[in-house]
């Protein structure tokens, strides 16, 4: 089994050669979407900020598609119990972050988050760098279709509290849709799936996805939850 710390030197490529009929609106949206069509929150100008990288990864399950989330431990500094993808800021190991460095670290952090095995994983688009203001990281969303799904579940229970999937279905379900309100005044969508609360930048990034792979149906924007003023 090929691990993701053995291939740092090798190539990580992206194709769409091979992706399921369904992912297709998927690498459409990843190849026109805009920045400000994902998110207001945009890299520095300055450049500033940790360049980091998420993986979001697609498999086929008892369900058809599904998402890869994971809850992060609550002791962590930051973003601390909330849902998101497998991903982190990038090694020096990982290469140019403006090459193929995003590919390999969320190929990495995937594996040491999950215990994803990386060669199950076949990339095929990556998404406009964003910015989440409150950990100064630059976000690169990688998309990955599960080719040949590996088990996956806590490795570090001081990183990582639990790892789960999310049908598709369930994203698209307006019953689980809502929109959380921040402290702040903050206000983005939400999504009630597996006795989870996925909001903030996760959230955003599905919701966007959803609505121009033209999955998403019409949800109640009214159905506000509130955020605990630590969140």
């Keep these: 089994m090929t691990r993701a710390s053995e291939t740092r030197g090798d190539a990580v ?3 769409k050669e091979g992706l399921p009929d369904w992912l297709d609106p998927v690498a459409r949206a990843a190849e026109t979407v805009e ?3 994902l998110s207001r929150f945009l ?3 300055n450049g500033s900020g940790r360049q980091s990288a998420v993986l979001i990864l697609f498999g086929e399950g008892e369900r058809g598609p599904e998402l890869l989330l994971m809850e992060r431990a609550g002791s962590l500094r930051s973003h601390a119990g909330q849902p998101s993808f497998p991903g982190g800021a990038l090694d020096p190991e990982d290469g140019d972050p403006h090459g193929d460095g995003p590919l390999r670290a969320a190929l990495r952090e995937a594996e040491e988050e999950t215990g994803l095995d990386p060669s199950g994983v076949q990339l095929f688009g990556v998404l406009p760098r964003l910015y989440i203001p409150v950990s100064r990281f630059v976000v690169t969303s990688v998309l990955g279709w599960w080719r040949e799904p590996s088990p996956v579940g806590v490795l570090d229970p001081n990183e990582t509290a639990r790892v789960f999937t999310v049908p598709v279905a ?4 307006p019953a689980n849709r809502a929109t959380t309100v921040h402290p702040s005044g903050h206000r983005g969508p939400a999504f009630l799936v597996e006795s989870a609360l996925v909001w903030g930048f996760t959230a955003g990034v599905i919701d966007r996805l959803l609505h121009y792979a033209g999955w998403e149906r019409p949800w109640d924007r009214e159905k506000q939850v509130p955020l605990d003023w630590r969140s």
Aim: net charge negative.
């Design 13 to 15: 490529t992206l194709s």
């Design 35 to 37: 920045p400000l069509q």
């Design 43 to 45: 890299p520095p100008e």
């Design 170 to 173: 369930d994203l698209t379900d």
